[in-house]
């Protein structure tokens, strides 16, 4: 099992930056492809961006493209989402999230969650 604890969330103007981070205890860390969502009020989870077990590979959504880094240290369990020029529809918790499943964006395949941190952009 994997636990996973989201910090680094807040409130930001439009055109800000943010860095999420996301730390994991339990099993094996690099073994798991990481994965980053959000959820706004009254929409479902969204894919944000996704990084390979070793790190080597990297997947974002359209909107973010050019946006938010994804980035992590396996040797200290953590992944970051580093988020620059912020605008209020990124406003939504951001969840990280863990699965063994490789290459897939899919929140159903993905095991282990944390319990989300709130990003809020204001205009």
């Known amino acids: 099992q994997v636990q996973l604890v989201e910090s680094g969330g807040g409130l930001v103007q439009a055109g800000g930056s943010l860095r999420l981070s996301c730390a994991a205890s339990g099993r094996t860390f690099s073994d798991y492809r990481i994965g980053w969502f959000r959820q706004a009020p009254a929409k479902e989870r969204e894919f944000v961006a996704a990084i390979s077990p070793s790190g080597d590979r990297t997947s974002y959504t359209d909107a973010v493209k050019g946006r938010f880094t994804i980035s992590r240290d396996n040797g200290k369990n953590t992944v970051a989402l580093q988020m620059n020029n912020l605008n209020p529809e990124d406003t939504a918790a951001y969840y990280c999230?863990?699965?063994?499943?490789?290459?897939?964006?899919?929140?159903?395949?993905?095991?282990?969650w944390g319990q989300g941190t709130q990003v809020t952009v204001s205009s």
């Open positions: 999230a863990a699965t063994l499943i490789p290459y897939t964006n899919r929140p159903t395949y993905y095991s282990y």
